[in-house]
């Protein structure tokens, strides 16, 4: 979010259905941001099968978590995507890359951490000449 950040959260293992999407993200991080944000508070996700199932549908709605409207298959305007990128790129420079999942982890919350908050903060101010741009393009890739 603008101004600050979660600690990077890392999945065990397994597939992320809609019930653990419940219980891992929206429980315990979603619906405390939505309290301390108050009204001001817009959730962005993306259109994951996960994110879309029943049982988080009913969980938004029954915490008043507003979702923001999303297109279908819209990576150009999603600014995670740019972080992923970012990450991807910090671990594939390290001299010594992770070879096991153990220091895979670690390297992610090490490339995580150290992330300037001012990208994160640039993605998300751009959202609006991103979208802005994607309609001009009538929703094709945004040329970069």
């Known amino acids: ?18 019930t653990r999407y419940c ?3 929206l429980l315990p991080y979603v ?4 309290g301390a944000m108050g009204l001001q508070f817009l959730f ?4 994951a099968p996960c994110h879309r199932t029943v049982a988080a549908e009913q969980l938004l709605e029954s915490e008043d978590i ?9 990576p150009d305007l999603n600014p995670i995507e740019h972080v992923w ?4 790129k910090r671990l594939a420079a390290r001299t010594l890359p992770p070879v096991t999942i153990r220091e895979l982890r670690l390297a992610l919350q ?4 150290a992330m300037p908050q001012q990208l994160i903060d640039t993605l998300i101010l751009s959202m609006g000449r991103r979208c802005e741009t994607c309609l001009a393009v009538r929703g094709d890739h945004i040329p970069y």
Not at 1 to 18: E, Q
């Open 1 to 18: 979010m603008l101004g600050s950040r979660t600690d990077l959260h890392i999945f065990n293992a397994g597939s992320v259905n809609g």
């Open 85 to 88: 990128d970012f990450l991807g």
């Open 66 to 74: 507003e979702r923001m409207d999303w297109p279908a298959r819209s």
């Open 23 to 25: 219980n891992v993200i």
């Open 110 to 113: 090490d490339e995580w951490a």
């Open 31 to 34: 619906r405390l941001f939505r």
């Open 44 to 47: 962005m996700d993306d259109n």
